[in-house]
């Protein structure tokens, strides 16, 4: 017999188990690239939930762009609340009740809205609605060694490569010039609240640069003591000092080398390695202490200073691991080694069911570094932007786009990130008070189309899109699904008032239209689409009781009368919600078998709008179910196949959940499929170009996050779903992903299940419960039964009740004929 080294023997047991294990232990998912980014929709991402960068891996100039969730402009503005608007109510309702819906409208664009200077849609950055900003740019202009030979090497580049790891949280950029090997790594520290960046050489001396921060406005630069200082503040929108202020701090740490520094600048020369920590904090969030920030500024960076860089870096992974390595999703072997955006423009012609496990897995990465739970939610850009006018102002739009950015929270296993938007919604309630007080004379709060960390509340300026009264009951649903997965009555019983005080706005403010004696709201709209009215060809938004307001109300009563029952309350609004449900519009079927947008089947002015807003009720709620109204579901199928599958970004990941929903996977594998469509250029296409950009980031266009996060959650529709009151194990798998796994998915009721299959059936399924439940596990297809320790588990109407005690885990084995 052959004799090998012990090491060695060792070494070969280590690339076995890597190898058969891989469809069971977490994967390497890397993003790769092979040269420097050309635009910023190919830089790579990094964040802890509060401060973020975007690093090029420029090979002589490299362009990092610096990010906080915290850099906002605005202030709190008294006279968004339009005293004078409620004055108009009454004669907007008459108009809408005898049909003159262009009159209201007008009435509405002139008098019912926002007071004062409004939002600037697109352009509030001056303005007292304020804009999310990028925080500034970090500038490196690298200086390399010459190699001996005359004349001088005009530099000679190879082996580029730039990656970001998923799985650590961690970028890098590594090239050869001239024969040195230089590698740079990146990351936001999650253990430490700085940004790091250790430049390294595999030859001594050859480290040589300077860094710059700068910000396009409102900032000064300083050096002293060898520390490179950014500060400023943001414009309020009243020409006034309440902006938000800013501290950034930068510093090298090298080993060897000079380090010298200018009026704006620090450099270094001829050292071995360095390592760049950048600190940074505003007064957002604490305007009382305003020297606090610049405090916390310093003592982060003093703290990461003396913290070896190892430590620095293993505390970080550690923290970040603890949420990434909950789930994990195997539908086949990664390719690590061709480009990341190569792999996106093949995966149009040819199946790569691991892109699509890697860009679930994206979604996850950019949801635990782009929000934390005592901050600011993610915005529409998320943590990063480039501007200082972001596209849109970079706001919390609540007519999806907020939403959507956290409806992988819970079933991706990331529960305490969601705290980020329950609590903003939680804050938005004095503000929504105010509103409805104001412009209708209404009880309890209300929130209309967007809004900002000031708390804006109030219609918008433009009817088309800011007449919609529903935003602040859509964020009710993700108070009432946190509570769904994690069975926390203590939570439940705080944000039992947020949810009564939005149903008390809807009961104390809506009407009953004339021809059906229904209660609807008045004025709304349906985002963000119009229709036309009877011989005339002029788009018309504003109505009475558009679809997606019934469904969101109905949600919203049947979700407080399941927590009053659960609470043990019984109270006024309870009362009323049951008097006033049987009179809401039911949904409504068209003649040609499509569900309405409308109360009247109006014809609209885009039929293939980006907004699905009717089936709301499909999904994220769940009053349309293939299973329990199967007319309805049909009549949502016909909806979709009439809006098509193109829209901008975040419509095709909506569609994706929409056709998961109807059990639909091959459809909803092909919308998966156009939503990461190679997109290009950073223009507003609000009617086509949808898609995704080099760095997976999606395209509205131009960047919104939305779309990534609706992604990562309609791949976990199709591979679980569990709203209608059971578990349903690949509701939804379309034929490319035959065979796979995933582990930690998360189940309304308080449970984390692993499935894996192979052909289409489960193999093998465990749960396990956080809470004390028993749980109703659908029967897969083809299935004979479910086994518990050998023993055959009753069968109910093809559901099998698994009772379980909290932390109890459970391997269960499906059995199947032969």
Not at 449 to 472: Q, V, Y
Not at 480 to 505: C, M, N, R
Not at 744 to 769: F, M, P, Y
Request: contains cysteine; aromatic residues 10%.
């Amino acid at each position: 017999m052959k004799k090998y080294p012990f090491f060695f023997l060792i070494m070969l047991a280590g690339l076995w188990m890597q190898c058969s294990t891989e469809g069971v232990f977490q994967q390497r998912l890397i993003l790769r690239y092979n040269a420097p980014a050309s635009v910023w929709e190919e830089t790579l991402p990094l964040g802890n939930g509060r401060i973020g960068m975007m690093p090029d891996g420029g090979i002589d100039t490299e362009h990092i762009v610096l990010n906080d969730i915290t850099m906002w402009s605005g202030s709190e503005d008294s006279e968004a609340f339009n005293p004078d608007a409620i004055t108009y109510l009454p004669e907007i309702r008459e108009l809408l009740l005898a049909g003159k819906n262009l009159d209201a409208q007008k009435l509405m664009y002139s008098y019912f809205r926002c007071g004062g200077k409004g939002s600037s849609h697109g352009s509030g950055k001056d303005a007292p609605y304020g804009a999310f900003q990028t925080l500034g740019d970090l500038d490196v202009n690298y200086s390399y060694p010459r190699t001996g030979s005359y004349p001088p090497s005009g530099g000679v580049i190879g082996a580029y490569e730039r990656t970001l790891s998923l799985n650590d949280a961690v970028a890098a950029t590594q090239f050869n010039r001239d024969g040195i090997t230089y590698t740079r790594e990146y990351f936001a520290s999650h253990a430490d609240d700085v940004l790091v960046i250790r430049l390294t050489a595999d030859r001594k001396e050859s480290l040589s640069f300077e860094v710059k921060l700068s910000r396009p406005e409102r900032a000064t630069v300083s050096v002293k003591d060898n520390i490179l200082y950014m500060e400023g503040q943001l414009n309020d929108g009243h020409d006034g000092e309440k902006g938000v202020r800013f501290l950034t701090q930068l510093e090298i740490v090298n080993n060897g080398g000079t380090l010298a520094s200018s009026t704006n600048s620090l450099s270094l020369s001829g050292a071995d390695e360095a390592v760049i920590l950048i600190s940074n904090a505003t007064d957002m969030l604490d305007k009382e202490r305003l020297t606090t920030y610049s405090g916390y500024a310093g003592e982060l960076l003093t703290r990461a200073r003396n913290t070896q860089y190892n430590r620095l870096k293993n505390s970080h992974v550690d923290v970040y691991r603890e949420k990434f390595d909950r789930v994990e999703l195997n539908l086949g072997k990664q390719d690590n080694i061709t480009p990341t955006n190569e792999r996106l423009i093949r995966f149009q012609r040819d199946d790569d069911p691991a892109l699509a496990a890697l860009y679930f897995q994206y979604g996850r990465y950019l949801m635990i570094c782009g929000t934390r739970e005592d901050n600011l939610p993610l915005n529409l850009q998320g943590l990063w932007a480039n501007q200082v006018q972001t596209p849109w102002n970079g706001d919390y739009h609540l007519n999806i786009n907020l939403q959507m950015n956290y409806w992988p929270a819970e079933v991706c296993n990331l529960s305490e990130l969601h705290r980020a938007l329950t609590d903003f919604t939680v804050s938005l309630v004095p503000s929504g008070e105010k509103t409805a007080q104001t412009f209708y004379g209404a009880e309890g709060w209300v929130a209309h189309m967007m809004t900002n960390p000031w708390k804006f509340t109030a219609p918008g300026e433009h009817a088309s899109w800011g007449a919609t009264n529903t935003g602040g009951a859509w964020l009710c649903q993700h108070l009432w699904e946190h509570y769904a997965f994690t069975q926390d009555k203590t939570y439940l019983k705080s944000i039992y008032p947020v949810l009564a005080g939005a149903a008390d706005f809807f009961l104390s403010s809506m009407i009953r239209e004339p021809k059906q004696g229904w209660l609807v709201t008045a004025p709304s709209s349906s985002p963000e689409n119009g229709f036309y009215l009877p011989g005339s060809r002029e788009a018309v938004y504003v109505c009475m009781g558009p679809t997606m307001d019934v469904q969101i109300i109905k949600e919203l009563f049947s979700n407080i009368l399941s927590a009053a029952e659960i609470l043990g309350i019984d109270d006024v609004t309870t009362a009323k919600i049951r008097e006033t449900i049987p009179r809401l519009p039911p949904m409504q079927i068209s003649p040609d078998g499509y569900l309405q947008e409308w109360l009247e089947d109006y014809e609209e002015v885009d039929p293939q709008h980006r907004h699905v807003s009717h089936l709301y009720g499909l999904h994220p709620s769940n009053q349309i179910s293939p299973v329990t109204t199967p007319d309805l579901a049909e009549a949502a199928r016909k909806t979709l196949d009439r809006r098509g599958d193109a829209g901008t970004g975040w419509s095709r990941a909506w569609k994706v959940n929409f056709w998961a929903r109807l059990h639909d996977g091959d459809r909803a594998y092909k919308l998966l499929k156009s939503l990461l469509e190679p997109a290009y250029g950073s223009e507003v296409k609000m009617s086509s170009g949808g898609g995704t950009y080099p760095n997976l980031f999606c395209a509205h266009p131009p960047f919104q996050i939305d779309g990534n996060f609706g992604g990562t959650a309609g791949i976990a529709e199709m591979l679980i779903q569990s709203q209608d009151g059971y578990i349903h194990l690949l509701p939804a798998l379309p034929s490319a992903w035959a065979d796979g796994s995933f582990k930690g998915l998360c189940v309304r009721g308080g449970a984390e299940v692993d499935a894996a299959w192979k052909d289409g059936k489960i193999t093998q399924l465990t749960l396990r419960a956080r809470t004390g439940n028993t749980f109703q596990l659908k029967v897969p297809d083809q299935a004979m039964a479910i086994k518990k320790n050998g023993k055959e588990l009753p069968v109910e109407n093809g559901f099998v009740p698994v009772g379980m005690t909290a932390r109890e885990e459970l391997e269960l084995e499906v059995v199947y004929p032969g």
